[in-house]
């Protein structure tokens, strides 16, 4: 075998074996809808999602547009979840009620919402948890560094990598994990 195969190999090994099964199933975790309704993450198995943590008055706010069309695009393939938190700023400091209200009247949303959390420190939600810490997850931690950052799970509720705010919801490094 020549150098360059053999350095392949170890080199896709090294991935491999760093990567696990998650130690929790992100179909277990409990979250509830903008609306208050429990929301069961299991009724998406087959599907990715895309977890996107959401504020009414960020610079980023406009990408509910995009999270919008890139959610009808892939309807049959993803799932796009917003979780309002108001942890950056204070960028998003309405009720449930505003935030929905907010959504729909000016971006036409229409993926699912949950309810306000917080995705870091000391009152971390679960879901936010799971998507951050990799002996949770199984493959990588991060931490959470403002609003629309962008998590993404594949069908078989694995996580397969985040994507900092900067990334737009239509961008490659999202969509050429959908094709």
Excluded: R
């Amino acid at each position: 075998m020549n150098i360059k195969l053999t350095s392949l190999l170890i080199f896709m090994f090294s991935i491999f074996a760093n990567a696990q099964e998650p130690k929790t199933s992100i179909y277990d975790i409990s979250i509830n809808s903008l609306s208050g309704e429990k929301i069961n993450l299991a009724n998406y198995k087959g599907k990715k999602i895309l977890f996107v943590n959401t504020a009414s008055e960020c610079g980023f706010t406009p990408q509910y547009k995009d999270l919008q069309e890139l959610s009808d695009t892939y309807k049959d393939k993803l799932v796009v979840i917003g979780s309002p938190c108001n942890q950056f700023g204070g960028q998003e400091p309405g009720t449930a009620k505003d935030i929905q209200s907010f959504c729909q009247a000016n971006y036409g949303v229409t993926f699912l919402m949950t309810e306000k959390i917080d995705v870091k420190g000391d009152n971390q939600h679960d879901l936010y948890k799971w998507l951050t810490k990799k002996d949770l997850n199984g493959h990588k931690n991060s931490s959470v560094k403002w609003n629309f950052q962008k998590y993404l799970v594949d069908e078989n509720g694995h996580l397969v990598d985040y994507f900092y705010s900067i990334t737009k919801p239509l961008s490659s490094k999202i969509t050429n994990h959908l094709n």
